[in-house]
């Protein structure tokens, strides 16, 4: 199957910094990606989906300032934590929908934030 | 209530066992139905998918699909220990955002 790579796979940083995610589609193009969190012994919860060239588009209760998406090119979004806080510790997953439909998404292998 | 219901389990079995996973769903909408496997802090792992009533088999892997109940399952035959995973069911809607619906997971353990 496709191959969807994130960086970094795990991140320790001080309260206020900001970290930034990224999320590249390896073998293939992606217009769409999504972003989700997920927090210990729970589902996928869906943020926002990035949108090639345009803005993204963020879940309800999902503050845009605070977690900055940019999707530059067809093969990379960036997630950007902005003045994180201990309560934005979570697991951060990404997913693509290959060229033959959103119902064949690939997940990369996610990001671990840790905020002091 | 939830779109998709799915029991968290934990759900423990003998090495060789069938398994039986299952996820029932709220809305006749729902036209694409995906089982992801993920294994601890990592993603999720597209297993199968599939759009129609029936089943679908992939190895040691069957899905089925009852959309008159809304209701899916996920049959794993002689279950190995590396199968120990949580499963999660999707399921898609066409035509709203093409967003995936997940269902809570079930995390199974493979006892050798």
């Known amino acids: 199957g496709a191959v969807v790579s994130q960086h970094p796979s795990w991140v320790i940083c001080k309260s206020g910094t900001s970290v930034k995610i990224e999320c590249r589609s390896l073998?293939?193009?992606?217009?769409?990606m999504f972003w989700y969190r997920q927090f210990p012994k729970q589902s996928l919860m869906l943020m926002a989906t990035s949108n090639e060239g345009s803005k993204a588009t963020y879940e309800q209760g999902v503050e845009k300032d605070k977690f900055l998406i940019n999707h530059a090119s067809l093969t990379l979004s960036t997630l950007t934590v902005t003045s994180a806080h201990p309560e934005d510790s979570s697991f951060y997953i990404c997913s693509a929908p290959s060229g033959r439909g959103y119902n064949e998404q690939f997940f990369g292998p996610g990001t671990r934030l840790t905020v002091l | 209530q939830k779109e998709v219901e799915q029991d968290p389990g934990p759900l423990s079995v003998p090495e060789g066992a069938i398994v039986s996973l299952n996820c029932t769903y709220s809305n006749s909408a729902f036209q694409y139905f995906m089982w992801y496997r993920q294994y601890s802090r990592k993603g999720p792992e597209l297993l199968m998918y599939?759009?129609?009533?029936g089943n679908k088999e992939d190895g040691r892997f069957t899905a089925q699909v009852d959309k008159s109940s809304k209701y899916i399952s996920l049959f794993i035959r002689d279950s190995q220990p590396s199968d120990s995973a949580t499963y999660l069911c999707?399921?898609?809607?066409?035509?709203?955002?093409?967003?995936?619906?997940f269902g809570q997971g079930t995390r199974l353990t493979i006892n050798p």
């Open positions: 073998d293939f193009q992606a217009t769409t």
């Open positions: 599939t759009y129609s009533s």
């Open positions: 999707a399921m898609l809607l066409k035509g709203r955002a093409q967003k995936l619906v």
